[in-house]
């Protein structure tokens, strides 16, 4: 057989109306339209295509599109096996360009960027061997999973032979921990009840509805007024009890202080995490929160704004999160993810990736399955976001029964949308767009 060749990487601005609903509304986004940049991997082989985004919400897409449209000299024209027989040197070649670096490093649009298409090229190596992404990692023995990671900056929190060891101490019972998810699927939690601009009746009318469905961990947004606050979590807790548990996320609303004497006052509906309680970008004042927090029972939970190894590395050397908060795309894409992985298991914290939006849900089923079989070999604490939006768009959308992500089957990273889809939701001429900029 030919070697596959990549002959072209097309992008598209994917954005669909959900803030006409104020769904995925917060303190700090009041009225995001979720979107994407769609990735499309073209190569010799007309039946081997790879897929990726990254994660928006609205404008600025046409932004991390003209990104990813300078990134992708890196990957045209190259065979497919180049780049996936060692995914380590392929990553490093995509974040170092010796130019388009000076515009992040590892941060911002460019990293957005990098995510979409390092994930489509994921999806195409998964695709090429015919495997569900989490499959194609918890088959690599652990030293071609370790390889795939760059450990510049991170060799003083976690070193490649000690990645290899917490791999190969889980290698002998992986084939149980596979059946088992196989078997009864992937604990989840779910945020769609509580968005900020939800009112009292709709969250009481989402909350019912998620209990019909057998959710028992739910996340509500916080933030912006106290009194706003003490009375949605109030509802939520009338709804569903306390033996359920339930998250805050403030998205990074408050100062350190704020942080503290807000949640003081929330205390009382014990919520279990605040998730983004301040800058994403402050470990210190993260650290400040959780040791004022501890004595509450309230952990700290930050991620989804966090761009890389190197700031996780800090949050977890500081003792500054009790929840480790791993974004699909925010992170650059799957081999930064395995470095975060890794490291929260030798710093003992687990993992509960953030999703929603839109494909964040297809993407992270995937890179938790491979937590739990691979690496953290516990489901103790770890739960994944789940957000009821928009899987319709998707060749092989998500699948959840009970409260828990059904492990995917298919080929690739889950993150294929429908032709159909892309062509309405395209940015601005796609069909839903000329109508909803008629009104
Ligand atoms: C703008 C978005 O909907 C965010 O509110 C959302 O990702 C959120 O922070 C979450 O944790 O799900
Ligand atoms: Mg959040």
Known sequence: MSEVIINDLTVRDIRFPTSIELSGSDAMNVDPDYSAAYVTIHTSDTDLVGHGLTFTIGRGTEVVVLACKALKYLVVGKT??????????????????????????????????????????????AKSEKKPLWKLLVDMTPEELVSCIDFRYITDAITPQEAIHILKSNQDSKNQRVAEMLKDGLPAYTTSAGWLGYSDDKIKTLCREALDQGWNYFKIKVGRDVNDDVRRMRIIREE???????????????????AIEHMKVLSEFKPWWIEEPTSPDDILGHATIAKALAPYGIGVATGEHCANRVMFKQLLQANAIKFCQIDSCRLGGVNEVLSVLLMAKKFNIPVCPHAGGVGLCEYVQHLSLFDYVSVSATLEDRIVEYVDHLHEHFVNPCVIVNGKYVPPTE????????????????????????RVNQI
């Open 80 to 125: 497919l096996k180049s780049l996936t027989q060692d995914m380590g040197a392929t990553w490093r070649m995509i974040t170092s360009d010796s130019q388009l670096r000076w515009i992040g490093p590892e941060k911002g649009v460019i990293h957005l960027a990098t995510a979409a298409i390092v994930n489509a090229l994921w999806d195409l190596y």
């Open 240 to 258: 569903i009890g306390y033996e359920r548990k339930l998250m805050v996320d403030a998205n990074q609303w408050w100062d350190v202080n704020e």
């Open 411 to 434: 080929p690739g990273y889950s993150i294929t949308i429908r032709e159909q889809s892309l062509n309405d939701h395209e940015y601005p001429n796609g069909s839903v767009w000329t």
